[in-house]
């Protein structure tokens, strides 16, 4: 064990977010060190997909703080509700909070490689031909070399899930998010995937991961969180969590999700 | 078959052809920038703007075009402050008076297709561009426009093959373009078939030019619709391809 953990990447504190009179998220506090790879889990409709979507303002929190490396993301009270005061940092912080989305979410008129440089060309304004230069080494990475002037439309479920990662990488992002990424996959496709997101996570890739994936949240992370109905109802260590599950409800979760 | 007399007619209608074209060209650019404001019109979300884009396109779309090209030349000279306004520079002109209805009447249909193509763009692409930090122009014209565009040019297509067909309303208001002349050449010789013939087929070669100018366009545009010429039949194929 270090005696200094490693800086804080993420740090969430007392989310709160509402959908009309339904409160999905009831003050959800969390803190990612770099490297940490947190598997959040719950049962459909317990709010992780939601929480994931605060994080990086695809969703405005109702209440909440969202600090990423250090920058507070600022807020104040609109006419509309809350909104994020400087749309600019907005941007900035999204564009360092790399998502990966269930149905993956590529653009259609792009070839895999053009998808993977439209952030570092574009947001980035990085140059181009570094930025192709990299992207292929990436594709490398997931596996898609010989892939890179396909359409999405032509690739594979897995394949396409793996172009996805490639492209939230070409970001170099402080944290990686991942929105049930094996959720939309045929079964026998969810494997290449996990293992691309194995590789992420033993080189230290700081990764919150939205999953149903047991097996990926006992072997692969190394802190697991479990909501219930918009409240963490578990969290620590996977090891520990799964020997001897803190709740009830939690033991049942498990049960239900035996592979 | 009086070959002369075709060969005769042809030659003073194809010297109209640049007048159509230059009707189409303008009317369709000036259409063009007036169907991008009022679709930002109709999706801004702000309830005036959005009432009166509405209005315009019921205007313009529910009403006839030769009754607006009419309203537009004969109409608007009646008023003595638009005679003396700046404005009449240009209106006193009969091709500038059909430039400026055909554009009003195309800019409604044309952002009617702009809409059809903005709802298209899936919502998750969208969101993906946003979630790596993009908004605002950029995002629009990386991601929301190419797509949109792709989505609306078949119909934005056909707007523009009838528009080359409207340019033949600007005739009524005495701008000499093909349908003109024809008009000229049928009541100096009465030989009715011949002549609206020969520019019937004119207006059919330029349409058919267009058509497959977009279709190139479209082609083009499409390399995500089309099978790869390596690629394997079916999606199960592809899957079981080994990474």
Not at chain 1, 138 to 164: F, I, N, T
Not at chain 1, 181 to 190: G, K
Not at chain 1, 212 to 218: D, I, L, Q, S, T
Not at chain 2, 1 to 29: H, K, R
Request: aromatic share 8%; charged share 20%; net charge neutral.
């Amino acid at each position: 064990m270090n005696d200094t953990p490693p800086p804080v990447a993420l740090d969430v504190a007392d989310i709160h977010k509402s959908f009309g009179n339904t409160e999905v998220l009831k003050g959800i506090s969390l803190t990612a060190h770099e490297g940490d790879v947190v598997s959040i889990l719950g049962a459909s409709g317990s709010g992780k997909s939601t929480l994931l979507r605060c994080i990086n303002l695809l969703e405005i929190p109702d209440k909440g703080e969202i600090v990423v490396a250090g920058e507070r993301i600022r807020m104040r009270e609109g006419r509309h509700g809350r909104q994020p005061e400087d749309r600019k940092q907005v941007d900035r912080i999204r564009s360092e909070l790399a998502m990966v989305f269930q149905s993956f979410n590529l653009w259609s008129h792009m070839t895999v490689l053009q998808n993977l440089i439209e952030g570092p060309v574009h947001v980035l304004k990085r140059d181009r031909r570094e930025a192709i230069g990299e992207a292929e080494m990436l594709l490398e990475k997931v596996g898609l070399a010989d892939r890179k002037d396909y359409y999405p439309a032509h690739l594979s479920g897995g394949q396409q899930q793996r172009a996805a990662i490639a492209r939230a990488l070409a970001m170099n992002p402080k944290a990686m998010l991942f929105d049930e990424p094996t959720s939309a996959l045929d079964p026998e496709l969810v494997g290449e995937v996990l293992r691309v997101m194995r590789a992420l996570a033993e080189e230290g890739r700081t990764m919150l991961v939205v999953t149903h994936e047991m097996g990926f949240a006992r072997g692969v992370s190394n802190r697991v969180m479990f909501l219930h109905r918009g409240m963490v109802e578990a969290e620590g260590p996977p090891k520990e969590l799964f020997a001897n599950p803190p709740t009830e409800r939690f033991r049942q979760f498990l049960a239900g999700h035996e592979d | 078959m009086d070959f002369p007399f075709l060969f005769n007619t042809t030659g003073q209608l194809l010297a109209a052809v640049p007048t159509t074209l230059l009707l189409f060209v303008e009317s369709i650019a000036i259409g063009g920038v007036i169907a991008l404001f009022v679709t930002w019109m109709r999706v801004s979300g702000v309830f005036v703007l959005d009432r009166i884009a509405r209005a315009y396109i019921l205007v313009f779309r529910g009403s006839p075009l030769l009754i607006q090209m009419f309203m537009i030349y004969y109409g608007l000279g009646q008023f003595q402050a638009i005679r003396n306004s700046i404005f009449w520079v240009a209106l006193k002109h009969p091709f500038e008076c059909a430039v400026l209805s055909l554009a009003l009447c195309t800019g409604a249909y044309t952002a009617e297709i702009f809409r059809s193509g903005l709802i298209a763009v899936p919502e998750r692409e969208v969101e993906a561009a946003r979630s790596i930090g993009m908004s605002g122009f950029l995002l629009f014209r990386r991601i929301i426009a190419p797509v949109a565009l792709r989505y609306a040019l078949p119909a934005y297509s056909t707007e523009l093959v009838l528009m080359v067909k409207s340019t033949s309303l600007a005739s009524l208001v005495t701008v000499w373009e093909i349908t003109g002349v024809a008009q000229r050449i049928m009541t100096q010789t009465y030989r009715t078939t011949e002549v609206f013939l020969c520019a019937a087929v004119i207006y059919l070669v330029i349409n058919f030019i267009l058509v497959r100018l977009l279709a190139l366009l479209e082609w083009r545009l499409s390399g995500h619709q089309r099978r790869r010429r390596d690629s394997l039949p079916t999606d199960a194929a592809l899957e079981g391809t080994p990474t």
